[in-house]
Nanobody
Framework: KPHLTESGGGSVQAGGSLKLTCAASEIVSVCMGWFRQNPGKPREGIAAISSGGGVIDYDDSVKDRFTISADDANHTIYLQMDNVKPEDSGLYYC????????????????????WGQGTQVTVSS
């Protein structure tokens, strides 16, 4: 059964780093990414990367601090989170996208995509 498995979340102090990993199983998508969700709030697209890395998109709030990368051969993506802030906290979901038109921080939040169970990131001040 196709699925996405996230790992790497945890608790960290502001200014620290975390690296999230997402492994895709039985999935061949044109784009993957990460969105974040907190209770009572809508999904926030964080970063997206197309297969081959030709398209990369970041939310302005994480530019210059987060880096998304992909290992296409192993269907795995990463989110390196540096200089984290308390507002980065949330449940981070890995997303698989089937259409290039959805390969953006807005498109990855669509209900048409597939996502995993999420990994919690908590940043303390």
């Amino acid at each position: 059964k196709p699925h996405l498995t996230e790992s790497g979340g945890g608790s960290v102090q502001a200014g620290g780093s975390l690296k999230l990993t997402c492994a895709a199983s039985e999935i061949v998508s044109v784009c993957m990414g990460w969105f974040r969700q907190n209770p009572g709030k809508p999904r926030e697209g964080i970063a997206a990367i197309s297969s081959g890395g030709g398209v990369i998109d970041y939310d302005d709030s994480v530019k210059d601090r987060f880096t998304i990368s992909a290992d296409d051969a192993n269907h795995t993506i990463y989110l390196q989170m540096d200089n984290v802030k308390p507002e980065d906290s949330g449940l981070y979901y890995c997303v698989a996208v089937w259409s290039y038109s959805y390969c953006s921080i807005v498109g990855i939040t669509s209900e048409d995509n597939m996502w995993g169970q999420g990994t919690q990131v908590t940043v303390s001040s």
